[in-house]
């Protein structure tokens, strides 16, 4: 993508969608945390159907505890991996209780030495919750980055560290996540929405389907 196109390329996007937010459901940092936590490998809708559950009767690390290993599971049975992601949780929210004072830290060193929380997971609690510029690179901005010539990478780090250096700065912050609506539901993987799609002008990707 040319770099006279990416403002924009952002500023459409914006204007379709002004606040743009994740489609994971929560009330509390703690519950984005524990929700981007479990949601590896599924769908925001599929977590969002278990917290729903678990969150009403466990939405705090103590409560999360007081559950243990096997009434943890009862409620994330239907996430995928939910086994590991449940061990993780516990020794996460064990973590918090221990290191720090039941609150969720606003640094990323501290948030990536939590069991089962990575980069990415940081990036988005980072974001999302405490409005810091980052860009958590999932399956979808990985392949808008590549796709559209935004910032193409072999690597879910370099993609990142490209759209954090090419991202005007007053688009950077909401930036993760219009990436992520628009790679789901109109830059999909295997049938990519061009004829719908309101930044196809500014976009470089050169196999346009335009008919769809």
Known sequence: MKKENIAPFFATLKAANPMPVTELEYTSVFELLTAVLLSAQATDVGVNKATRRLFNVANTPAKILALGL??????????????????????????????????????????????????????????????????????????????????????????????????PPEYLVDAHHWLILHGRYVCTARSPKCGQCQVAKYCAFDDKNLGI
């Open 70 to 167: 096997d009434g943890l599971e009862s409620y994330i049975k239907t996430i995928g991996l939910y086994h590991s992601k449940a061990k993780h949780l516990l020794q996460t929210c064990q973590m918090l209780v221990e290191k720090h004072n039941n609150i969720v830290p606003r640094d990323r060193a501290a948030l990536e030495a939590l069991p089962g929380v990575g980069r990415k997971t940081a990036n988005v609690v980072l974001n999302s919750a405490f409005g810091e510029a980052t860009m958590a690179v999932d399956t979808h901005i990985f392949r808008m980055g590549n796709r559209t010539g935004l910032a193409p990478g072999k690597t879910p780090l370099e993609v990142e560290l490209k759209l954090l250096k090419r991202i």
